[in-house]
């Protein structure tokens, strides 16, 4: 069964507003919350993370939320930038070496 | 300083050929993995290794093999290549399980 999940295949913006990602997982197990991002033809590059003793982290335009009585993670993205249009992945990890992906994001922010 | 680097970033086999992927990291780090990634799949484990010597499975390790020979090069090989084998493979390295750095990818494509 699928631990992670987003549920949103694609999602398109306008420049300047609001872009929200969405994942939500299913064993409480995991401790350490991640979003990557991919550009075409390159690897997935390190956005953001919170551990699960937090409910938000900020690092500039990105915003990481964590609910875990809901078990869900999402990711903002204010004002969003054409540049911010590629896959995001979330990926969790509880205790041991590997991370577990979900099936990413494609964002397309529109000019 | 490179990171990550996958050779070869391109390769077309047919079916039944062998062949060898491989992955370096310079940045000292102990675990490394591979990864596929199909379209609506998002990133999923074939297999890792926490150190030299050692390897382990993931969740689709069937029709791989890996070797961890030196701690910077993690290979994967395909012994028998099949169709369902076509996909973008990624490696990354991480220290303890944190902080994975992504190689750009290899595209491959078996006919």
């Known amino acids: 069964d699928q631990q992670v999940k987003q549920n949103s295949p694609s999602l398109s913006v306008q420049e300047g507003r609001i872009s929200i990602l969405n994942c939500d997982y299913t064993?409480?197990?995991?401790?350490?919350f991640l979003w990557y991002k991919k550009y075409p033809a390159e690897g997935p590059t390190f956005l953001i993370s919170?551990?699960?003793?937090?409910d938000k982290n900020e690092d500039g335009r990105f915003t990481v939320f964590l609910n875990k009585s809901a078990k869900h993670l999402s990711l903002h993205i204010v004002p969003s930038q054409p540049g911010d249009s590629a896959v995001y992945f979330c990926?969790?990890?509880?205790?041991?070496?590997?991370?577990?992906f979900g099936k990413g994001t494609k964002l397309t922010v529109n000019p | 300083n490179a990171g990550v680097t996958q050779t070869p970033k391109f390769r077309v086999l047919k079916t039944g050929q062998s062949m060898t992927l491989l992955c370096a990291q310079d940045?000292?780090?102990?675990?490394m993995y591979w990864y596929r990634q199909d379209p609506g799949m998002g990133l999923r484990l074939i297999h890792y290794?926490?150190?030299?010597?050692?390897?382990a499975k993931g969740e689709v390790p069937d029709g791989y093999n890996v070797s961890r020979l030196k701690k910077q090069n993690f290979l994967l090989g395909l012994e028998s290549a099949a169709p369902s084998q076509t996909s973008v493979y990624f490696c990354?390295?991480?220290?303890?399980?944190?902080?994975?750095?992504f190689g750009s990818g290899t595209r491959l494509t078996v006919v």
């Open positions: 990354a390295s991480s220290y303890a399980g944190y902080g994975y750095t």
């Open positions: 064993n409480s197990m995991f401790d350490y």
């Open positions: 919170i551990s699960s003793i937090k």
């Open positions: 990926a969790l990890q509880g205790g041991s070496e590997k991370l577990v």
């Open positions: 940045m000292n780090h102990e675990y």
């Open positions: 290794s926490v150190g030299e010597g050692t390897t």
